[in-house]
């Protein structure tokens, strides 16, 4: 690398092989680096994280504490939006992305660094949505991405060379074995791929799940929890077992996580399109936002008009693949989050649900703007309906069947 091109640069950094191994390669370079690790609510020493990359010759470790802001600015919209990608992944490590990068442009502004770096692979789609965000926030940054770079993955062609490296340079490896599997963890999820989950037909082992309890040994009491929203975002969780009321949102995620958690909610094994344009296998967990999610579902459907939610649905998968695919910060993205936002106006109510080995149960729900009428629907009030023009309504509705059936037919008797 040309050392021309020297200066500070501020490194993702969690502690691990890869990224210790770029930090002290950086250095090489001639860069100062200053270590960035964000705390999305990820099981982490933070500490210890710390020490090793002022060791390895950090300048500065700067940490800060985005949860909140990733819960209310991030997770909060993707719950208004139904946010689950392919019908099934509720983008966990996605979310997470743009709300890291900002924190990360933020530094780099402070430290006044030319430069960020990163250790995601030339084949994933964290490389994607890392750049794309950090582009988006300070458009004379520049990205230093080595597993892309011929001087870098030429020089590491694996975890081997990586591991040599380590020693050679004094690098401390983990004094634990290293799962055969890599993982990504916040407070929305914990995802789980490669390794030994590259074979789609490999059932994952038991001990992989550290968010949640298998369903088949969760409690044998049902959950019973009261999810109140305004404006389609959740404002207070109230949990009938032990009687505690989570109004803070942060608390009220963590909480919904807890409950999850234990009763074995929010698993997923898929196999999902990466943007780049190959197939991955995934294994998620996901127990807070899957509870909120069923909520939010069933109380948009009692509150909004039927044609306002059909254009609403064809914006939620938008939302789902923009986000996907790393274009948070986009102006397409930034257009369909004000008009789903838009559609939440009167999506307030409390949802009442019991969570049972692996299940979410919907058992009630109540808005002061439900569309829902009583008297127009009972079987057993006419109200303002009159049954007679039902009859109309279905011949208009029949006229085009029976105008295709008798156009085929004619065409089948020539």
């Given at each position: ?110 430290e006044g660094a030319k430069y960020i770096s990163h250790g995601a692979t030339g084949k994933g789609n964290d490389q994607i949505r890392f750049e794309l965000s950090a ?255 039902a009859g109309g309504f279905i011949k208009i509705n029949a006229l085009r069947l029976r105008e295709y059936q008798r156009l085929r037919t004619e065409s089948d008797k020539?």
């Amino acid at each position: 690398m040309d050392k021309s091109r020297s200066g500070r640069v501020i490194l993702a950094y969690s502690g691990g092989l890869d990224t210790s191994c770029i930090l002290v390669w950086l250095l090489e370079q001639g860069y100062e680096v200053v270590a960035f690790l964000a705390d999305v609510g990820q099981d982490e020493n933070f500490e210890e994280a710390k020490k090793k990359a002022q060791k390895l010759g950090a300048i500065k470790m700067v940490v800060p504490d985005v949860r909140k802001e990733f819960v209310e600015e991030f997770i909060w919209p993707s719950i208004q939006a139904n946010g689950v990608y392919e019908d099934r992944y509720p983008m966990g490590t996605a979310l997470a992305r743009p709300c890291i990068a900002r924190a990360m442009i933020k530094v780099a502004k402070e430290e006044g660094a030319k430069y960020i770096s990163h250790g995601a692979t030339g084949k994933g789609n964290d490389q994607i949505r890392f750049e794309l965000s950090a582009y988006a926030l300070h458009s004379g940054i520049e990205v230093i991405s080595p597993w892309r770079l011929p001087e870098f993955y030429n020089r590491f062609a694996g975890r081997n060379d990586l591991f040599q490296y380590a020693k050679e340079k004094g690098i401390p490896l983990p004094v634990t074995p290293k799962s055969p599997w890599s993982m990504d963890a916040n407070l929305m999820h914990i995802s789980y791929e490669s390794g030994i989950l590259e074979d789609p037909m490999t059932q994952a082992p038991e001990d992989l799940y550290q968010m949640t309890t298998d369903p088949l040994t969760a409690p044998d009491k049902p959950t019973i929890l009261d999810i109140e929203f305004k404006n389609g975002t959740p404002v207070s969780v109230y949990n009938h077992e032990d009687k505690t009321k989570k109004t803070d949102a942060l608390d009220l995620f963590l909480h919904c996580n807890e409950i999850g958690g234990k009763n074995g909610i929010g698993r997923i094994d898929i196999v999902e399109n990466r943007f780049i344009g190959m197939k991955s296998r995934g294994i998620y967990e996901t127990p807070g936002g899957e509870i909120l999610l069923a909520a939010h579902i069933d109380l948009e459907v009692f509150t909004l008009d039927r044609e306002v939610r059909k254009i609403k649905r064809d914006l939620d998968a938008k939302f789902a693949e923009q986000v996907y695919r790393g274009f948070w910060f986009s102006p397409e993205c930034e257009f369909t989050r004000d008009c789903i936002s838009s559609s939440q106006k009167y999506v307030d109510g409390t949802v009442t649900l019991k969570i049972y080995k692996g299940h979410v149960y919907i058992l009630g729900r109540k808005s002061p703007y439900s569309l829902y009428n009583e008297e127009l629907v009972s079987m057993n009030v006419q109200g303002d309906y009159d049954p007679i023009d039902a009859g109309g309504f279905i011949k208009i509705n029949a006229l085009r069947l029976r105008e295709y059936q008798r156009l085929r037919t004619e065409s089948d008797k020539q």
